[in-house]
């Protein structure tokens, strides 16, 4: 799991790594891993979570992500877009 991801990737793709990672990580659900999901209240992340899905989302892009990139990130949807505004840098 820790290739670099390429820009251009799909959504879909950039969802299924991240199905992967909160599996792997936090022993959550890969049908629960919609866009569509809260991280912290339908897969009740906590604080410490998010810093560390931040770090996986590093580790995925290979870029280093600042602070203000990821504190308004709450759903799914928005680390997929999250990922794609790092690979796009």
Same mark, same amino acid.
């Given at each position: 799991?820790?290739?670099?991801?390429?820009?251009?990737?799909?959504?879909?793709?950039?969802?299924?790594?991240?199905?992967?990672? !909160?599996?792997?990580?936090? $022993?959550? =659900?890969?049908?629960?891993? *919609?866009?569509? /999901?809260? !991280?912290?209240?339908?897969? $009740?992340? =906590?604080?410490?979570?998010? *810093?560390?899905? /931040?770090?996986?989302?590093?580790?995925?892009?290979?870029?280093?992500?600042?602070?203000?990139?990821?504190?308004?990130?709450?759903?799914?949807?928005?680390?997929?877009?999250?990922?794609?505004?790092?690979?796009?840098?």
């Amino acid at each position: 799991m820790s290739t670099i991801m390429a820009p251009g990737i799909s959504d879909e793709d950039v969802l299924d790594r991240l199905r992967e990672v !909160l599996r792997d990580t936090f $022993e959550i =659900d890969p049908a629960r891993v *919609v866009p569509s /999901a809260h !991280l912290f209240t339908d897969l $009740e992340l =906590d604080s410490i979570d998010a *810093v560390d899905l /931040a770090i996986q989302v590093q580790d995925m892009t290979g870029m280093r992500i600042k602070p203000e990139d990821f504190k308004n990130v709450r759903t799914v949807g928005d680390v997929v877009a999250t990922v794609h505004a790092l690979l796009d840098r």
